[in-house]
C-alpha cells in the first residue's frame, strides 16, 4: 500500500506559461485529454488551470479566449503536496480545500499531479462508517 504521495502521483507535468491565451490551454488540455493544466514560469508555479474555469471564469463572461491569458483565469497560489509527503495528507488537503487535484512540488518546482482517483480511500483519515438507509415507497402511491 502507497504511504507516500511519490508512491500514487502521475509524475510529469502538463504546463503552460502565464502569459498563454485561454485557447492554448485548452488545445493543450484537449492534446492531452486532461481537464487541467500547471501555470508555470521559470521561477516555479503560478496557479491551476481547469476547463472549469475557462468556461465559468471567461466565457460566461463574455471574455476572449483568444486574448485572456492563463494567468488571469487560474487559480493562484494553489494547495500543494510534497512527494515525500503522507498521503493522508494529501486526502485531508482535498477535503479541506474542496478540490480534486493537487499539484506536487519539490524544491519549489511542480513534479506531479495527484488526483482524487489516485487515493487509496484507506489512507483517508476523515472516513467515518457510514449508515446506509433505505428508503420504501408505497406502491399504492405510485401511478397516482
Same mark, same amino acid.
Given at each position: 500500500m502507497a504511504d507516500v504521495v511519490r508512491d500514487v502521483m502521475t509524475p510529469g507535468v502538463v504546463a503552460v506559461r502565464?502569459?498563454?491565451?485561454l485557447v492554448e490551454a485548452a488545445q493543450l488540455?484537449?492534446?492531452?485529454?486532461?481537464?487541467?493544466?500547471?501555470?508555470?514560469?521559470?521561477?516555479?508555479?503560478?496557479?491551476?488551470?481547469?476547463? &472549469?474555469?475557462?468556461? =465559468? /471564469?471567461?466565457?460566461?463572461?463574455? !471574455?476572449?479566449?483568444?486574448?485572456v491569458s492563463a494567468e488571469a483565469v487560474c487559480t493562484p497560489h494553489p494547495v500543494a503536496v510534497g512527494p515525500d509527503d503522507p498521503v493522508s495528507t494529501a486526502v485531508s488537503l482535498? &477535503?479541506?480545500?474542496? =478540490? /480534486?487535484?493537487?499539484?506536487?512540488? !519539490?524544491d519549489g518546482r511542480a513534479v506531479g499531479m495527484v488526483s482524487l482517483g489516485d487515493l487509496p480511500v484507506t489512507h483517508d483519515p476523515g472516513d467515518r462508517p457510514r449508515t446506509v438507509r433505505t428508503v420504501q415507497t408505497d406502491p399504492s402511491v405510485q401511478g397516482s
Open positions: 502565464p502569459d498563454a491565451s488540455m484537449r492534446a492531452q485529454d486532461i481537464g487541467d493544466v500547471l501555470v508555470a514560469d521559470e521561477v516555479g508555479l503560478v496557479g491551476v488551470l481547469t476547463d &472549469r474555469d475557462i468556461t =465559468v /471564469r471567461a466565457v460566461a463572461e463574455g !471574455e476572449d479566449p483568444l486574448t482535498m &477535503r479541506e480545500h474542496s =478540490v /480534486r487535484r493537487l499539484p506536487v512540488v !519539490e
